[in-house]
């Protein structure tokens, strides 16, 4: 068993006070998922460069693939190298839909600086236990902690779900209350994975329930929300995809437009995955397909990290808000 590492001995920082400035600056911290070094690499790059605060977050598959203690090290080793690029942004360490208080334990003893843990699929009264058993833990560490109420449709790794639940705001404030959470995902028709919504031809994506939304900063006025499956699955990488050999058909995302809309109220956190995936494997795709005989692994994955880098900062730029306030 590894010793406990805290995570400001790793150059961590917690949520509290990136989401307090972000409420007030009505933008929204990017919390971009990764699985490997060049996905780690684009996202502090393009947080550097364009001075955005950033969540560099793992789900438990995530975790699984990239090894716990080689992610400790690529988490040192991502505030040093934003450092070394003159950069002092905020790098937070966020465990994406733990689902069990042992999971959640493991990162914070890890070296996380967040966790999510998330017992929606739970009945209510079991979601706040858990949730409150993590919270109890996470705090004696000064880790933040992120729950949720409500189910997001679609699949992400290990989280399925058929349908999509919409949050009840009346349960917010006694959730928050009862559970002691730092920040709360709520479900408001974004969902999961690059499905996101089935369309026939002509229609156009449903807009988010932003009355939900609305009703939910009434009920706990300046509570920071998380908004998961905000991903708005660029068409010019599913075209490129479908160019090279993929097969993604019907594959929509939520439009920018929206995220924008959300990324200046209450929403202080906007998960992205679906996006960089996408962006990797169409790089990839278009890069070997153009260079059949090659076979090292930096050129393709090099032409995907470069391509990421700059969705990325445009993401920063013109969706979220968040360049220019680390």
Do not use: W
């Not at 009346?170 to 920040?183: A, I, L, M, N, R």
């Not at 969705?311 to 808000?321: A, S």
């Amino acid at each position: 068993m590894s010793e406990m590492v805290h995570f400001t001995e790793l150059g961590l920082a917690n949520t509290r006070q990136m989401f307090a400035q972000a409420f007030a600056g009505g933008y929204a911290i990017p919390a971009y998922n990764f699985n490997n070094l060049e996905q780690l690499q684009a996202i502090i790059t393009a947080c550097a460069e364009t001075g955005s605060p950033v969540i560099i977050q793992v789900s438990k598959g995530a975790r699984e693939y990239a090894n716990a203690t080689m992610l400790r090290y690529m988490a040192l080793g991502a505030v040093k190298m934003a450092r070394e690029m003159g950069s002092t942004i905020p790098v937070c360490l966020h465990l994406d839909h733990g689902d069990s208080f042992e999971i959640c334990k493991s990162c914070v003893d890890n070296g996380f600086s967040s966790v999510m843990i998330d017992g929606s699929h739970l009945p209510y009264d079991e979601n706040v236990a858990l949730t409150r058993k993590v919270v109890e833990y996470a705090h004696q560490f000064d880790v933040t902690v992120e729950g949720e109420l409500g189910v997001l449709a679609g699949i992400e790794d290990e989280v399925q779900a058929a349908a999509s639940t919409y949050t009840k705001p009346e349960e917010v404030e006694d959730f928050v209350k009862k559970t002691g959470v730092d920040s709360l995902a709520i479900s408001i028709g974004t969902s999961h994975g690059a499905y996101k919504f089935k369309l026939k031809p002509g229609e156009s994506v449903p807009p988010l329930r932003f009355d939900i939304l609305e009703e939910v900063e009434k009920r706990i006025p300046g509570f920071p929300i998380v908004l998961h499956g905000a991903s708005s699955v660029v068409q010019d990488y599913v075209t490129l995809i479908n160019q090279y050999g993929g097969k993604m058909d019907g594959a929509v995302g939520v439009p920018e437009e929206q995220l924008r809309k959300a990324a200046k109220s209450a929403v202080c956190k906007i998960n992205i995955d679906s996006d960089g995936r996408l962006v990797v494997t169409a790089k990839v795709r278009e890069y070997l397909a153009n260079h059949p005989g090659e076979f090292d692994p930096r050129k393709y994955l090099g032409a995907a990290r470069k391509e990421l880098t700059e969705l990325l900062k445009h993401k920063n730029e013109t969706v979220l808000g968040s360049a220019g306030k680390a």
